[in-house]
């Protein structure tokens, strides 16, 4: 009998896409920089589709042996008990309806989990807390966040402060880092599960964990845009496939 160990699956969520060619196509995918830092840290990516039942969601979960929920668009604001708010854009509500569900059911089974920008507001939301439907327009003394459209998706746009005990620090292996900037929305009000780990100059939560739980990370930016320019940022992915690894016994 020997103990070997296979590399972990990492079931992330997708997003709908509508193709340009003629006539439109509409699509199910996931941004190449997720999955690339995932085989870099060691796991193999599984993308899960939407449009899933619970039931069917919840066995997937149970194959898997980690979870990434990645960024995307907004989150239907109904999910948080939100206003509404001209600047929400992109919103899905099957998407909202898998990821929370998603959320959820990793963080009941204790399966180790990373949520990224999107990801990480949908943890909040799954979990109970609140949003700014934008932060910079909403949260008072604000700074600007958004930086999608002018300027390249690993550009540092500022910050972030550490908790020097949190996960987070351990795997990043400090308590300062640049980071970058890719969202107008944020946590607002923080889920009573979670802790704050991270925080931007003006106060904005950049990083949460669940408390009581062995791996489930949250950051408000985009490590997987900076793992080449900025190689401390690949140690999420290398923690959520630590997490994920599971010893396999075969007998020969």
């Avoid at 972030?160 to 005990?165: G, K, L, S």
Wanted: charged letters at 15%.
């Amino acid at each position: 009998m020997t103990l070997t160990r296979r590399k972990p699956l990492i079931g992330c969520t997708t997003y709908r896409k509508i193709s340009h060619q003629t006539p439109p196509i509409n699509l199910l995918g996931l941004m190449p920089a997720y999955l690339e830092a995932i085989v870099a840290a060691g796991g193999v990516p599984v993308m899960i589709p939407l449009g899933l039942a619970d039931n069917d969601l919840r066995e997937i979960i149970q194959q898997m042996d980690g979870i990434l929920l990645p960024g995307g668009g907004d989150i239907q604001p109904a999910a948080y008990h939100g206003n509404g708010h001209p600047t929400v854009i992109d919103v899905d509500e099957d998407r909202d309806r898998v990821e929370i569900t998603v959320a959820r059911t990793a963080v009941a089974q204790q399966k180790p989990l990373l949520a990224i920008c999107r990801g990480m507001q949908v943890l909040n939301v799954a979990l109970g807390g609140s949003l700014w439907e934008d932060v910079e327009l909403l949260m008072p003394q604000a700074m600007h966040h958004e930086y999608v459209n002018s300027h390249p998706r690993n550009h540092l746009a500022h910050n972030v402060t550490i908790e020097p005990d949190s996960l987070l620090a351990r795997q990043l292996e400090r308590t300062e880092t640049a980071v970058n900037s890719l969202h107008h929305q944020g946590v607002r009000q923080l889920a009573d599960a979670l802790r704050a780990t991270a925080v931007a100059p003006d106060g904005l939560i950049e990083g949460v964990e669940v408390i009581e739980h062995p791996y489930a990370v949250g950051v408000q930016w985009h490590p997987e845009n900076l793992i080449h320019n900025v190689p401390h940022m690949l140690g999420l992915f290398q923690g959520l496939v630590e997490a994920a690894s599971q010893p396999v016994i075969s007998f020969q």
